[in-house]
């Protein structure tokens, strides 16, 4: 069964922090690189983070740069956002994906499944 499931999101204040998690079924996960994107209202989908395979590549958006790290656990299936110093611009459903290749690619058409997204609201 191919499945991505994203959770931790939530209301936090500006300069805050959360951590976004996402277990995804072994299928798509083992050997693939994993990515986060957002989607703020009227807005188009965004890339914000990507890590390779074994973690060796990684890559952010220039906004979230500093801010935030991606991680993941193998052994587990689970891939993590770890978001500090949130703005109300971070406002956004975020969704896990899953590629079909070991890079940390930064393109979402790279990525062949998705979540179903978590919604993070920053307030200022």
């Known amino acids: 069964q191919v499945q991505l499931v994203e959770s931790g999101g939530g209301l936090v204040q500006a300069g805050g922090s959360l951590r976004l998690s996402c277990a995804a079924s072994?299928?798509?996960?083992?050997?693939?690189?994993m990515g986060w994107f957002r989607q703020a209202p009227g807005k188009e989908r965004e890339f914000v983070a990507a890590?390779?395979?074994?973690?060796?590549?990684?890559n952010y958006a220039d906004a979230v740069k500093g801010r935030f790290t991606i991680s993941r656990d193998n052994a587990k299936n689970l891939v993590f956002l770890q978001m500090n110093s949130l703005i109300p611009e971070d406002t956004a459903l975020y969704y896990c994906?899953?590629?079909?290749?070991?890079?940390?690619?930064?393109?979402?058409?790279?990525?062949?499944?998705w979540g179903q997204g978590t919604q993070v609201t920053v307030s200022s």
């Open positions: 890590i390779s395979w074994r973690g060796e590549n990684i």
């Open positions: 072994k299928r798509i996960f083992s050997n693939n690189g």
């Open positions: 994906a899953a590629a079909l290749k070991s890079a940390a690619s930064v393109v979402a058409s790279q990525y062949r499944y």
